[in-house]
């Protein structure tokens, strides 16, 4: 119950094209979903996160979609860029358990130039 | 210097060897997470500590012993590991709250163990 699921495990798209991410939960308690950007040799960083009281949220080529009733989020990076190349990681925690962050195991992004 | 940062970066040790990773976070804030990361896998929480005590232990073998002295420096203490062990430690620290609090992570220690 714990578990996030996230799909796929490795993308590969062109610039300018748009990349999709996809991460799904169980535990109905979980109320923030966090995305983290990981660079090789660096440690994730927080990238965008939302909370289950608006579906959508965006920041700048970044947007998050949540479905609450399915259960399920994701992550769309429009116009994708070579520099956006990385590994990406949903989230989720529950308040009152916030220090408790359970991770997605990752999807790989390319960008090809 | 800013942020979280960890020490040393790379470490190889055998099975018999004692090493510390040292992880340091010039945020101000007093919670501190110690994560290990392998490859294909999620982020798997070991430890957290708030306000220098440990308030979750994810069942972590006894081979990895954490210490908190203050709520700015925290350390993974390993000794008898196993090849199995091998993979990035990450740090992290957040500012205590009600829920949703940014989790900031250092660079890593990339351990082999042989």
């Known amino acids: 119950q714990q578990q996030v699921k996230q799909s796929p495990q490795s993308l590969i798209v062109q610039k300018g094209g748009i990349s999709i991410i996809n991460c799904a939960y169980e535990n109905t308690a979980f109320d923030y979903f966090p995305w983290y950007q990981q660079f090789p040799g660096k440690g994730p960083a927080l990238l965008i996160a939302i909370r289950p009281d608006v579906s959508e949220k965006k920041e700048g080529r970044f947007t998050i979609s949540f479905n609450k009733s399915a259960k399920q989020f994701s992550l769309h990076i429009m116009d994708s860029q070579p520099g956006d190349s990385a590994t990406y990681f949903c989230a989720a925690s529950a308040t009152g358990s916030a220090r408790q962050l359970t991770f997605g195991s990752g999807t790989q992004l390319t960008v090809l130039p | 210097e800013t942020g979280v940062t960890q020490t040393p970066r790379h470490l190889v040790m055998g099975m018999t060897n004692k090493k510390s990773l040292k992880c340091e976070q010039h945020?101000?804030?007093?919670?501190m997470y110690w994560y290990k990361q392998s490859a294909k896998k999620p982020l798997e929480l070991m430890f957290v500590?708030?306000?220098?005590?440990?308030?979750e232990n994810n069942s972590v073998p006894s081979r990895f012993s954490p210490e908190c002295p203050n709520s700015s420096h925290l350390f993974l203490h390993l000794h008898t590991l196993q090849p199995e062990d091998s993979a990035l430690y990450l740090c992290a620290s957040s500012q205590d709250g009600q829920g949703g609090e940014t989790q900031y992570f250092g660079p890593g220690t990339r351990l082999l163990v042989l």
């Open positions: 945020l101000g804030h007093n919670a």
């Open positions: 500590y708030n306000f220098k005590e440990q308030t």
